[in-house]
């Protein structure tokens, strides 16, 4: 079994920044794309970012120039900076990764959730 586990998130003004982090630990071989999700009051959960093993990343048009995602392969643990921070970036920020526990089946990979963390950005 994989857990993945968030910190970081809490109350912050518009303007500001947050960094959130997220450490993957259990019965791991490599953890593959790392994701950020978000998910508002009354809304869908919407993809945020994303990291491929080899740093390549995407982000959410709403995002894009402002939060950065990042990972630390040795850590199994990716990151979001988050600067300019505005009231619709409130939500619960969920991670997100694929992971291959099989040692024999490279291609053999689960998909796993953080439990959230919370995001308020408010004045």
């Known amino acids: 079994q994989v857990q993945l586990v968030e910190v970081g998130g809490g109350l912050v003004q518009p303007g500001g920044s947050l960094r959130l982090s997220c450490a993957a630990s259990?019965?791991?071989?490599?953890?593959?794309?790392m994701r950020w999700y978000r998910q508002a009051p009354g809304e869908e959960r919407e993809l945020v970012a994303a990291?491929?093993?080899?740093?390549?990343?995407n982000y959410a048009d709403s995002v894009k120039g402002r939060f950065t995602i990042s990972r630390d392969n040795t850590e199994n643990t990716v990151y979001l900076q988050m600067n300019s921070l505005k009231p619709e970036d409130t939500a619960v920020y969920y991670c997100?990764?694929?992971?291959?526990?099989?040692?024999?089946?490279?291609?053999?990979?689960?998909?796993?959730w953080g439990q959230g963390t919370q995001v308020t950005v408010s004045s």
């Open positions: 990291i491929t093993s080899g740093g390549s990343a």
């Open positions: 259990g019965s791991i071989v490599s953890v593959r794309a």
């Open positions: 997100n990764a694929d992971v291959q526990s099989d040692p024999l089946s490279y291609y053999k990979l689960r998909n796993y």
